[in-house]
Structure formats: structure tokens, C-alpha cells
């Protein structure tokens, strides 16, 4: 906690240099465009590359990829893999090697093994749809720090709205449009239409930039395989087992100026070494917010989705609430598994979106 408040004062200093006495919310707004055009000219004028020093971020256009490729997919396009969205933010699974750095090290016989954890697919980002920041660890003003505790709590709310596997009604509008773009019942749960946007990737989108590769603990991709996602899908985001993690990544990690959440379904104990090193707890990050604002509370606003019970059941005609087996049958192997290479290339993290150009959002 007091690592997490040191580095926060830090930032808070060099915000203070370069905002002109604006908060995020508005300098975001001002000096961000929705334009797919090379921006280092105004990143370096604005003095951000004080703040954002990763090697990774790209003012210049890579493709249709730099730092400000988050920002405009989510608010000109359609995740690939999207989950869940409303007016103000959108949760979405993202590309390249989702649950990467959940990796952990066991060593039964002394030795350091590194284990690829089961539930990399829990991996899912939470972005802005409106009232972009940059990043929280940056300085909040009470409203930026409120909507930070709402997205949070809507995260916590859609995590149990997954594990009921609801159907993908309850998920917003634009998860509607897109489902019914693909031909979906609008009763599929929504399990399994997490696993059908994955399964069909097209081969071309796999293998090119960001590309897509989903690893099994055996480094097997089973990203192509319904069946064997179905079966994680159902138990990753059991709360009996797991529970939900919530993180950023600071700005020296970062290769997106927007900021957006990481989550992640992990054991209550556990904290792989690399969500140690490179990530933030987003509880502390509020804890530290809410004791700089000296106990001034927080206007609490109803916030979407609704609350969801542990106990969930469907209507009378069961036309709500869709659910598939929590154990699904073993699959054999079928051939659909590919071995691939148990280190492959590091993806960069900010390549979490392509373009759906047949699905638009209200």
C-alpha cells in the first residue's frame, strides 16, 4: 500500500507539471483524437512522454496501431471478443495472449518450473466508453475516482452474470447487435458466445498481428475447440473457487494512453510474479484515492449492470436466463489441438482490438 501511494505522489508530480492545473477527464478530452493519424507530435508537445515511458508505445502509426488504437476501437468499432457494454464502459477479451502473465513458478524438486495457469480465458479489460482518462495512477478528482469504484463494481457484477451464464441479453445493446450480426439466438448464454467469437477467428486474424493464441496448461492452443473452452468457461468463474482480480498497469508499463482495467479470476492466494512486477492493485490504487480525498464520501449513483444473486433462476417460461452444463462431457482428441512453442514472442499488450466494421454501436 505504501509502495502504491510513493509511486502515485510521483505521478501526482509530474501530472501537475504538464496538465496546467486541468484534471485527466478534461486534458483527455482536449488533447486526444479519434483520428487514425500519427501523434507524436502532440505527445511530445503535450509533454506526455514524461509520463508514459514504455518502450513498447508507439506515437506513430504501425498499420492502424498506436498508442491511441484502444481509444478509437472502442469508440468507432466492435471488440472482437466482446462480453459486455453499456453508455459508459465496455468489457471486451483481448487479442494477441490473453492471461499471459498469469503465469507461475512451482518447484516441486527444488527447481523453478514456470506453469501455465488454467484460466488465462478470465482475462478480460475494462475500457471507457466515455470520460477517458489516461491512468489511474494518475490524480482522481472525486468524480474521476467515483466512476473508477463504479467500474469496478460493474466488474464484479458482470463476473457473477458470466458464472450464471445469463443470456446474452442481459450483457447490453451492443452485445444484442453484434450477436444477432453472427446469426445468434438471442437465448444463447453467454458462455457460449464468449467461446463462438474466439472459435471463429479466422486463420488470418490468428496468425497476423496481434494474432490470437489461447495455451492450455499443456501449451497447447485449444482456441478453435468449443468444447474444451465450454468446460473452462464454466469453472473459471466460479467465486467458490476463484476470485476476481483487478489491475492496471502503470504508465511505464503501458502502451495505451485510455486507461483500462485488467482482470483476471485467479486462487484468493495467489499472485503470479508478473502481476506482482507489472501491475497495480486496483483496491489499493482506490484505498490511496479515497484517503487523499480525507474521508469526503462518495456520491453513490445507481450503476449497471444490476445486481446479480449467487442463487440464479430463470422465469417461468425460462426465456431469461440461459445455462449450459456445468460439467460438459470430455472431449477426446480430436486433432482440433495444435502444439505450439511453450515461449512464443511476447505480445504487446496494447493490440487488444480489431475493427468490426458489419457491427455498430447506438
Same mark, same amino acid.
Given at each position: ?314 422465469? $417461468? +417460461?425460462?426465456? @431469461?436466463?440461459? %445455462? &449450459? /452444463? !456445468? *460439467?460438459? =462431457?470430455? #472431449? $477426446? +482428441?480430436?486433432? @482440433?489441438?495444435? %502444439? &505450439? /512453442? !511453450? *515461449?512464443? =514472442?511476447? #505480445? ?6 480489431? %475493427? &468490426?466494421? !458489419?457491427?455498430?454501436?447506438?
Amino acid at each position: 500500500m505504501e509502495m502504491v501511494s510513493r509511486k502515485m505522489s510521483t505521478y501526482e508530480t509530474l501530472w501537475n507539471e504538464i496538465s496546467g492545473g486541468l484534471d485527466q477527464t478534461t486534458f483527455f478530452a482536449k488533447n486526444t483524437t479519434l483520428e487514425e493519424k500519427d501523434f507524436t507530435e502532440e505527445f511530445k508537445s503535450l509533454s506526455l512522454d514524461k509520463i508514459f515511458t514504455c518502450g513498447g508505445l508507439s506515437t506513430s502509426l504501425r498499420g492502424n496501431w498506436n498508442c491511441l488504437h484502444l481509444y478509437r476501437d472502442t469508440n468507432q468499432g466492435v471488440p472482437t471478443i466482446l462480453v459486455y457494454s453499456d453508455e459508459n464502459d465496455t468489457i471486451l477479451g483481448p487479442l494477441g495472449e490473453p492471461g499471459r502473465d498469469t503465469n507461475y513458478v512451482v518447484e516441486p524438486d527444488g527447481a523453478p518450473r514456470e506453469m501455465i495457469h488454467p484460466n488465462r480465458l478470465s482475462h478480460l479489460m475494462v475500457v471507457p466508453n466515455r470520460n477517458g482518462i489516461f491512468n489511474e495512477l494518475l490524480p482522481s478528482t472525486i468524480e474521476e475516482t467515483e466512476r473508477l469504484k463504479l467500474r469496478m463494481d460493474k466488474m464484479r457484477e458482470v463476473v457473477k452474470m458470466i458464472h450464471a451464464n445469463l443470456s446474452v441479453t442481459s450483457f447490453g445493446e451492443m452485445v444484442i447487435k453484434k450477436a444477432e450480426s453472427m446469426g445468434c439466438d438471442l437465448n444463447m448464454p453467454i458462455q457460449t458466445f464468449i467461446a463462438k467469437q474466439i472459435v471463429e477467428l479466422s486463420d488470418e486474424m490468428r496468425k497476423e498481428r496481434p494474432g490470437y493464441i489461447l495455451l492450455n496448461t499443456d501449451s497447447q492452443d485449444y482456441g478453435k475447440n468449443m468444447t474444451l473452452m465450454l468446460d473452462r468457461l464454466s469453472k473459471m468463474f466460479d467465486p467458490e473457487n476463484y476470485s476476481l482480480k483487478m489491475f492496471v498497469q502503470g504508465p511505464d508499463k503501458n502502451t495505451q494512453l485510455i486507461t483500462h482495467m485488467h482482470c483476471f479470476m485467479l486462487e484468493p492466494d495467489m499472485l503470479p510474479p508478473l502481476l506482482k512486477t507489472d501491475y497495480v492493485n486496483l483496491e489499493m490504487i482506490l484505498d490511496c484515492k479515497l484517503a487523499k480525498f480525507d474521508g469526503s464520501p462518495l456520491q453513490r449513483t445507481p450503476s449497471n449492470p444490476p445486481p446479480v444473486d449467487e442463487e440464479v433462476e430463470g422465469d $417461468e +417460461d425460462d426465456e @431469461e436466463l440461459q %445455462r &449450459v /452444463p !456445468s *460439467n460438459p =462431457p470430455a #472431449v $477426446e +482428441d480430436d486433432g @482440433e489441438l495444435q %502444439r &505450439v /512453442p !511453450s *515461449n512464443p =514472442p511476447p #505480445v504487446d499488450e496494447g493490440f487488444s482490438l480489431q %475493427r &468490426v466494421t !458489419s457491427v455498430r454501436a447506438n
